[in-house]
């Protein structure tokens, strides 16, 4: 059982910067790709930013640009970088990370940007 903690949510105004951090713990297996998810008020879950054991990353198109994700490996910690935040990138964000059994999840930090 794969333990994620995820921390750095919080209140931002618009044009601001937050850094989300995400530590796992609890598996006897590899973590394959790491990433992040978010969900806003009434809106589906969908995919911001993933990475692999490897570094290669990849990116929604509404956030290219403005977020970058990055992992440590020796830590089990992925980060997620996020500036020039918008009003409509308030959501819950939720961490994944895979084992090569299934997906993990964290339970979700809120980030509100708003004046």
């Known amino acids: 059982q794969v333990r994620l903690v995820e921390s750095g949510g919080g209140l931002v105004q618009p044009g601001g910067s937050l850094r989300l951090s995400c530590a796992a713990s609890g598996s006897a297996f590899s973590l394959n790709d790491m990433g992040w998810y978010r969900q806003a008020p009434g809106k589906e879950r969908e995919m911001v930013a993933g990475?692999?054991?490897?570094?290669?990353?990849n990116y929604a198109d509404s956030v290219k640009g403005r977020f970058t994700i990055s992992r440590d490996n020796a830590k089990n910690t992925v980060y997620l970088q996020m500036n020039s935040l918008k009003a409509e990138d308030t959501a819950v964000f939720y961490c994944y990370a895979d084992t090569k059994f299934r997906r993990n999840w964290g339970q979700g930090t809120q980030v509100t940007v708003s004046s």
């Open positions: 990475i692999t054991w490897g570094s290669v990353t």
